[in-house]
């Protein structure tokens, strides 16, 4: 009866040996898969940060291209008050222009006039 209880005893002292270093492994297995998913999370954290980088960068490029929009308005109003200012000019160039012409001619025969 010894001899079976040691050899139970010694059965179940396997078992047990055996669940121990199954739960080694389980817990070793479990270690690896928390690192791992730990590196994916650091990856997920440093792909979220420079996609926040980018979103601020891209925000602040709108703005810009909003206020160049804004000015590109600006100068292209200006262009046009310019051109219609400088076809005034070119139109009263050309009355006086023409009015000197008359002048010159009323002038002209005036002198002749004024000679016979």
């Known amino acids: 009866?010894?001899?079976?209880?040691?050899?139970?005893?010694?059965?179940?002292?396997?078992?047990?040996?055996?669940?121990?270093?199954?739960?080694?492994?389980?817990?070793?297995?479990?270690?690896?898969?928390?690192?791992?998913?730990?590196?994916?999370?650091q990856e997920q954290i440093v792909t979220i940060e420079n996609a926040e980088k980018e979103k601020n960068e891209n925000s602040d490029l709108k703005q810009q291209i909003s206020s160049l929009q804004i000015q590109v308005t600006s100068l292209a109003q200006s262009e046009n008050d310019l051109l219609n200012s400088n076809q005034m000019l070119k139109e009263m160039v050309e009355r006086l222009k023409q009015e000197c012409r008359n002048f010159r001619s009323q002038a002209e025969k005036a002198q002749l006039e004024a000679e016979k």
Do not use: F, N
């Not at 010694?10 to 669940?19: L, T």
């Open 1 to 41: 009866m010894k001899v079976e209880h040691d050899v139970w005893r010694q059965s179940e002292k396997d078992q047990y040996e055996e669940k121990l270093r199954a739960s080694q492994m389980a817990e070793e297995i479990t270690r690896k898969e928390l690192q791992s998913v730990r590196l994916k999370l």
